[in-house]
C-alpha cells in the first residue's frame, strides 16, 4: 500500500471520529432571554407611574376599564398597543446591581409599567443605538423605544375618544327647549312635531359614535349648551358642547376633561336636521 493511500485513510478515520465526536457532545447554545414570560390574552391589569400620576387599568370581560385617577372607559387600540411590548425579543440583556440603577437612570425610573405581577422599570436611551432600558425581572434589557412614548403620554391619551363607554344605551335626551326620548314601543319621539324619527335617530347615532381626534383637560368656566342623556340604567349623563373659532369641543364636566372634534361636528350634535355626518 503506497504512503499516499495509506495517509487517505487514515484522514478518513480522523475525520470520522471528529464527526462523531461533535454528535455525541454538541456545543451548547445559548438561548436569548425572554424578555417576558407573559401572554397577551393573560394580561388583565395595568399600571402605569409616570411623573408623581398612577394609571390603573383593569380588564372587565371584554372591556378595558380605566378606574384611577378616575373611571373611564380605555381605548382598546391603545392598549393593544401597550401590550405589544411583550412582542419583544431581544437578546441584549445585563445583570445590574442596584448601585448601577442611577448610571441607566433607573433611581427612580422614568416610568413604570406593571402588567399583572410584572413590572417594567424605564430608564434611559442607549447612546449607540438609540434603544430603551428596561429592568425587569432584575435583567437589564435593550428594546424598542416606541414603547416609552405611549406610556409616559398620560391617561388622557388612553381614553376611549368616542363621548360615552361602549355600552351606553340612552331613553331621554334634553337640550335647549329639546327633549327626546323613548316611547313604551322603543321608538325615539321628540317634542317638537317636525322632527321626524329618522332625523332623531341620526342625530343619537352621531352622539353615539362620533370620535375626538384629541382629550385634553378642560378650563373653567364650563360654557356652552347642556345637554344631558338618561341611560338605560337611569343614569344621567351631562355634556357641554361648544363651537370654538378652530374646532368643536365637548366637555364632561364630571372628569373635566374636553374632548376635541372637527369643526363640522357642531352642527351634527346639536341640530336634528343636519344632514352632515360626524
Do not use: C
Not at 7 to 28: C, H, K, T, W, Y
Not at 52 to 80: H, N
Not at 222 to 233: E, I, K, M
Not at 234 to 243: K, M, N
Amino acid at each position: 500500500m503506497s504512503k499516499r493511500l495509506l495517509l487517505n485513510l487514515l484522514l478518513v478515520v480522523v475525520l470520522s471520529l471528529l464527526i462523531g465526536l461533535a454528535f455525541l457532545n454538541p456545543r451548547e447554545t445559548v438561548k436569548p432571554l425572554a424578555f417576558s414570560k407573559l401572554e397577551f390574552n393573560t394580561v388583565d391589569s395595568i399600571i402605569i407611574e409616570h411623573k408623581q400620576q398612577r394609571t390603573a387599568i383593569k380588564k372587565s370581560g371584554e372591556v378595558w376599564q380605566i378606574t384611577e385617577p378616575f373611571l373611564a372607559e380605555a381605548d382598546e387600540f391603545r392598549i393593544q398597543a401597550m401590550l405589544n411590548i411583550l412582542a419583544e425579543s431581544n437578546a441584549t440583556h445585563y445583570d445590574i446591581a442596584e448601585a448601577d440603577y442611577e448610571k441607566f437612570s433607573l433611581n427612580p425610573p422614568l416610568a413604570t409599567l406593571t402588567l399583572n405581577q410584572q413590572r417594567f422599570l424605564f430608564g434611559s436611551t442607549s447612546a449607540v443605538n438609540n434603544q430603551r432600558y428596561v429592568l425587569t425581572n432584575n435583567k437589564l434589557f435593550l428594546i424598542s423605544d416606541t414603547h416609552f412614548a405611549l406610556i409616559s403620554s398620560g391617561f388622557k391619551n388612553i381614553i376611549r375618544r368616542q363621548l360615552f363607554a361602549s355600552n351606553t344605551k340612552f331613553t331621554a335626551i334634553d337640550f335647549d327647549d329639546t327633549h327626546l326620548s323613548k316611547n313604551d314601543k322603543g321608538s325615539w319621539q321628540s317634542n317638537h312635531a317636525e322632527q321626524s324619527p329618522d332625523d332623531i335617530q341620526k342625530f343619537i347615532t352621531n352622539w353615539q359614535h362620533i370620535q375626538a381626534f384629541a382629550v385634553t383637560d378642560a378650563s373653567k368656566p364650563f360654557n356652552g349648551t347642556r345637554v344631558s342623556f338618561r341611560t338605560t340604567d337611569d343614569q344621567v349623563i351631562r355634556r357641554i358642547i361648544r363651537q370654538t373659532d378652530v374646532n368643536t369641543i365637548v366637555i364632561n364636566p364630571e372628569t373635566e376633561l374636553v374632548y376635541q372634534l372637527d369643526s363640522s361636528a357642531f352642527d351634527s350634535l346639536t341640530k336634528l336636521s343636519s344632514s352632515e355626518q360626524p
